[in-house]
C-alpha cells in the first residue's frame, strides 16, 4: 500500500522524531522505501528516498512527488524543498534502525490494505471492513447510507459513549440516525453530499471526520471517524479516503434482496395510487398479508428545514414511528399507508392518536399532513390518496396554521368543489343572492356575511347579533332588508340548505383565488 509523509512522520513520531519541510502531497503516492545509492541525481515522482545529508548531491533533477527522509543536515537541502517533501531527522539518528522503522509502518498498512481486499473478495461485507480498520484509526467508526441508516459501526469499550455512540448502541437491524442528532449532523454547511474528501467537523461533543459515497457518481451514504480516543491529524484524511473507496466497491456488489416484502408492499401500493392495476404476485401479497387490516392513508409535505434530508431516510423514519405502515417518496412528498391497528389506545379515536403521533414527528413544526379516511379495501388505495391530498391542499387554504389536516373536515369543501365542477360559483345564484353581492360590492356593510352567520346559527338573532358585536335592533331591521332582496322564504329547510351551500361556494371560491394569487 502506497502511504504519504505525514503517514509515516506520524508512525514514527514515537520512536524517531522527525520534522516535515518543502512540498507536501497528502495522497497516497509513495512506495516502499528505498536507500539514496551516492552518485546518484535522480529524484522520481512516488518514491521515497532515505540518506544521510552529506550524500545529497548539490545539484539534484526532482520530479514533483517524490520525498526524501534525510538523516542530518545538508548545505543543499534547500534546493530540494521546492518540489519535494522532505522528513528531517537528527544527525545521530540510526540510519538501519530508521529503515527497519519504515518497513514496519509499510508492513501494518500493506495488512491492513491486503485485509479490506480479502474482505472485498469474500463478503464485501462493510461491518468486516469497518472491524479491520479500527486499529489503523483508533476511534469509532461509522457508515451510514444515503437514507442515514447504519450500515456498520465499530466495536467500543472502556471509555463514556458520545452523542454519536449512545445513538448507535441504541439502533439495531438499520435503524437509522435519530432526527435531532441527524438534524444536527446536516446543519454543517461543509456537510454537502456533492462534496468529495474527508471534512472534519465538530459535532455534539467530539470531533468528527467525514467522507462521502458515491456509486455511479450519486451520493449513497458517509463513512464517519469519531475522534474519542485520539486526536484528528492530517494522515487520517487520506487513510479514511481510501477506506471509503474500498467501502464504495463493496457497497456496488451488494443489491437488496427481491423477496423483501415490505419492498414489495411500498411498490404494490405506489402502483395503485398511480390506478395501476396489481399483479398477480402483487394480489397474493395483499390478500395473504393485508387482508382485514384498516389502514390511513397520509401524504406529507416538508418545509424547507426537513426538505434538505433526504426522503428515503424520512420514510423510514416514519417507518419506525408507526410499526406496520409503509412509506415512499411520491410527486415530491412522501406518502404513507398506516395501519390503524398501531394506533389503539385506550378511550382515543385512531386519528387522534395519529395526529398526537405526527405532532412528536414533526420536528420544529416543519412539515403539513393530510390524512384520510380509514379504510379495508386495499384496491381502493387510490381513492383514500386523493382524500389525502384534498385534506393537504384545502388545510393550506383554509387553515395555513394548521399541521394536520383531516379529509373529514374539509370533505363538504370538496363536495362543493368537485359539483361546481367548470362553472364559477356565481352561475349557480339566485337572483336575490346576486342583488346581495352587488350591494357588497359597493357598500361598508356586507350583507352576505351577515347572512351566513344568521344561518350558521340557526337563524338566532341572539347568537348573530353577539357574534358580529350589533344590537339587536340593528339586526333585526338588516335582516328584514335581507329578506326582502333575497325574496326567499327562509323557513324553508332546502331553501336555506342551498344559500349555505352557495355561501361555502362563494367562501371556497375566494380562498382558490387566493391561494392562486400567492
Not at 522532505?86 to 539518528?93: K, S, Y
Not at 469497518?130 to 447510507?145: D, W
Not at 370538496?414 to 353581492?437: C, D, F, H, T, W
Request: aromatic fraction near 8%; proline fraction near 4%; charged fraction near 25%.
Amino acid at each position: 500500500m502506497k502511504l504519504n509523509t505525514e503517514i509515516i512522520r506520524q508512525a514514527l513520531e514515537g520512536e524517531i522524531p522527525v520534522r516535515c519541510k518543502g512540498r507536501r502531497d497528502l495522497s497516497l503516492h509513495l512506495g516502499r522505501p528505498e536507500y539514496f545509492l551516492p552518485g546518484g541525481r535522480r529524484f522520481f515522482a512516488g518514491h521515497l528516498y532515505v540518506a544521510r545529508g552529506e550524500q545529497l548531491p548539490q545539484r539534484p533533477e526532482i520530479e514533483r512527488g517524490a520525498a526524501l527522509l534525510c538523516v542530518g543536515e545538508s548545505t543543499y537541502l534547500p534546493y530540494y524543498l521546492e518540489d519535494c517533501c522532505v522528513l528531517q531527522a537528527g544527525e545521530r539518528t540510526d540510519l538501519c534502525r530508521l529503515f527497519n522503522l519504515l518497513t514496519a509502518v509499510y508492513d501494518r498498512y500493506d495488512a491492513w490494505s491486503q485485509s479490506l481486499s480479502h474482505v472485498l473478495a469474500t463478503s464485501g461485507s462493510v461491518r468486516e471492513m469497518i472491524s479491520c480498520s479500527q486499529e489503523i484509526f483508533g476511534n469509532p467508526l461509522f457508515v451510514l447510507n444515503k437514507e442515514f441508516h447504519f450500515l456498520a459501526q465499530s466495536s467500543y469499550s472502556g471509555i463514556p459513549l458520545t452523542a454519536w455512540e449512545k445513538d448507535v448502541s441504541r439502533q439495531s437491524g438499520g435503524d437509522a440516525l435519530d432526527l435531532p442528532l441527524l438534524s444536527t449532523f446536516l446543519e454543517h454547511a461543509e456537510l454537502n453530499t456533492q462534496k468529495h474528501g474527508a471534512m472534519l467537523i465538530n459535532i455534539l461533543d467530539s470531533s468528527t471526520l467525514c467522507v462521502n459515497l458515491f456509486q455511479s457518481g450519486v451520493y449513497s451514504g458517509c463513512l464517519i471517524v469519531d475522534y474519542r480516543r485520539r486526536e484528528h491529524c492530517p494522515a487520517d484524511d487520506a487513510l479514511a479516503e481510501h477506506l471509503a473507496g474500498q467501502i464504495e466497491l463493496a457497497l456496488a456488489r451488494y443489491t437488496a434482496p427481491s423477496g423483501d416484502e415490505r419492498t414489495s408492499l411500498r411498490q404494490t401500493f405506489q402502483s395503485l395510487i398511480e390506478g395501476l392495476p396489481a399483479d398477480l404476485e402483487q394480489q397474493w401479497l395483499l390478500e395473504c398479508s393485508q387482508a382485514g387490516r384498516e389502514y390511513l392513508c397520509v401524504k406529507v409535505r416538508f418545509g424547507s428545514r426537513l426538505a434538505q434530508l433526504p426522503i428515503g431516510y424520512l420514510c423510514r423514519m416514519l417507518e419506525q414511528s408507526f410499526p406496520g405502515s409503509v412509506a415512499f417518496p411520491h410527486d415530491g412528498a412522501m406518502v404513507a399507508f398506516v395501519e390503524t391497528g398501531s394506533l389503539e389506545k385506550p378511550g382515543k379515536d385512531p386519528l387522534q392518536v395519529l395526529q398526537e403521533r405526527f405532532a412528536l414527528f414533526n420536528a420544529g413544526k416543519d412539515l403539513r399532513v393530510g390524512i384520510s379516511d380509514p379504510f379495508r379495501d386495499i384496491y381502493r388505495a387510490q381513492l383514500y390518496y386523493l382524500q389525502a391530498c384534498a385534506a393537504l391542499d384545502n388545510g393550506r387554504l383554509f387553515n395555513p396554521g394548521k399541521r394536520c389536516c383531516l379529509f373529514q373536515d374539509y370533505a363538504l369543501t370538496e363536495l362543493i368543489v368537485n359539483a361546481l365542477g367548470k362553472l364559477p360559483a356565481e352561475m349557480y345564484y339566485s337572483q336575490g343572492l346576486r342583488r346581495l353581492a352587488e350591494h357588497d360590492s359597493s357598500a361598508p356593510v356586507s350583507y352576505i356575511e351577515t347572512l351566513r352567520a344568521y344561518l350558521d346559527r340557526n337563524m338566532s338573532i341572539t347568537r348573530t347579533a353577539a357574534a358580529l358585536y350589533l344590537n339587536r335592533s340593528t339586526l333585526l331591521e338588516r335582516i328584514g332588508r335581507i329578506k326582502r332582496e333575497l325574496g326567499s322564504d327562509l323557513q324553508d329547510p332546502e331553501e336555506r340548505l342551498r344559500l349555505q351551500i352557495l355561501l361555502k361556494a362563494m367562501e371556497i371560491q375566494a380562498a382558490l383565488q387566493a391561494g392562486n394569487q400567492s
